[in-house]
Every structure is written in C-alpha cells, then in structure tokens.
C-alpha cells in the first residue's frame, strides 16, 4: 500500500505550484506524520472486510487538496483502480471531507456519522443529505488514467456533495482552529470512520474542540467530541447516532480511542 507520505508530496506539489496555497495547512501534517495507509487500513479493530480505501482531504473552503488510493495488487490509481476498491467511493471520499468541513466550526466538530439519525425521516435535518450535490463536471472532468493520482480532475477542485454515514472528519490544528476535513470511504461506514480517525490522530490534525458526544452521557473519558456513536438497537432518528453497519462482528470496528467508535 502507498505511503501517506506519498499522498503528503502531492499536496506539497501543489502547494508549491501556488494553485491550492489553502491547503498548506495539511500538508505539513501528512508529511511529517511519517505513517503509512497500511498502518491505518485493515489493521486490527477496524473492523470491516479489509477492502482498499480511498483518502480525500479538502481545505477550510471545500477545495480539494488530494485524493488517493490506499491500493490492491499493486494498484493505487488509473482506469482500472475500479476492479480492485470501489469506484463510488472516489467521490463518495470528496463529499464525505466536505460534508466534515462544511458543518464543523472552530469551536464545534461534527463527523459524517454524527449526521446519520439527524437526516433520518422524521430527523430535525431531515433533507440535508440532497443539499449542495455533486458537481459531476468537476469531479469526473480530464481523464479516468488520473484517478487517485496528483493529476486527478477533482484536486484543485469544490466538487459539493453531503454525505451522512461514517468517514468524515474535521481537522483541526493545535489552536482548535478548523484547517480542513478528511474522508475516507471503500468499506463499511463503521470502518471508514475508524481509518478516518487513525489517519486524522497521525496527522497531529485530532485536537477537536468538542462536539456533539461532548454532552453525551455515556461517554468514556477518552472521548473527544466527534465519535461516532453505534446504537445497537436501532433507535437512531433523531439524534447524532447511527445504527451497526452490519449484523456480525466482522463488520464493527472494536470500540474505543483508537477507532472513535462508541457503542452503546
């Protein structure tokens, strides 16, 4: 699988070529992270069927800075990226970093999965999830070859999209400012926020002010304010839960620090 530090050199690329200046405030952090997207995909307690993943970071405006591929069989990007990791979840990785972004604010952090119940039919943000669409001009403009690499259509680009199950996260620097979000998708939604969360802690971008789950009763100590709740019951409309991505353990991260995952 290709190194973070990869995905760091093409959001210094482009930094440096004056186009995407916004998102200099990330770069830094994926390059000095020194972690690798193995290390955050299909380790232990993530939970999932250890598919590839793809990685989107977009800056404070919804610009994106980098999209990439966690890889399979050698391959991270191109044409046929599809046959080995989810197409959809190219974009799907995009909207999920600027649904983060979008609705996070220097002084409160709202993760994809804090949405799922709250746009839910009879949800107090019921309809949320068809505002601001895909631009599919911008996401799918130039060649399919590009896909996942430094020259793929949608860097550079605010492709849109609202997103509201597990995978995206906002970044938050040392002050608790808001510098971004990252998404990640190409599992079940309970992974993507688990990788998401690992990927977001090696990056040193974790330093959330609070959020939803900072008033939330069951809370562990470790909590920080954007976890993703899992209500094993189902009684999710609502309220900033979401149910089991799926009914066996293999698809449930463990719950913990380590995953952002609260189970309850």
Not at 91 to 113: G, H, M, P, W
Request: aromatic share 6%; net charge positive.
């Amino acid at each position: 699988m290709k190194k973070i530090t990869i995905l760091g050199g093409i959001l210094l690329a482009g930094a440096s070529a004056g186009a995407m200046a916004s998102c200099a405030d990330v770069t830094t952090a994926w390059t000095k992270s020194g972690a690798t997207l193995a290390s955050a995909v299909g380790v232990t307690g993530n939970g999932g069927y250890g598919l590839p993943m793809w990685v989107a970071i977009v800056d404070e405006t919804n610009k994106v800075c980098a999209i990439v591929n966690s890889g399979a069989s050698g391959v991270t990007s191109g044409a046929t990226i599809g046959n080995k990791s989810w197409l959809g979840s190219r974009v799907i990785a995009i909207q999920k970093a600027t649904t983060a972004n979008s609705f996070s604010l220097d002084a409160f952090s709202t993760s994809t999965a804090n949405l799922y119940g709250l746009t839910m039919p009879g949800g107090s943000l019921y309809g949320l999830q068809f505002s601001n669409p895909v631009d599919p001009a911008a996401a799918y403009a130039g060649s399919e070859t590009t896909y996942g690499t430094g020259s793929d259509p949608a860097v550079g680009k605010r492709i849109g999209g609202i997103n509201v199950f597990g995978g995206g996260l906002a970044l938050y620097n040392t002050a608790k400012v808001k510098v971004g979000a990252i998404g990640v998708s190409g599992d079940t939604s309970c992974t993507d926020h688990a990788v998401a969360w690992r990927l977001r802690a090696s990056m040193g971008l974790n330093n959330v002010p609070g959020g939803f789950i900072s008033g939330y009763t069951g809370k562990p100590s470790t909590a920080i304010g954007d976890e993703m709740i899992i209500n094993t019951a189902g009684t999710v409309t609502n309220a900033y839960k979401q149910v089991s991505c799926a009914h066996n353990a293999i698809a449930n991260p463990t719950a913990g620090a380590a995953t952002g995952v609260i189970v309850e």
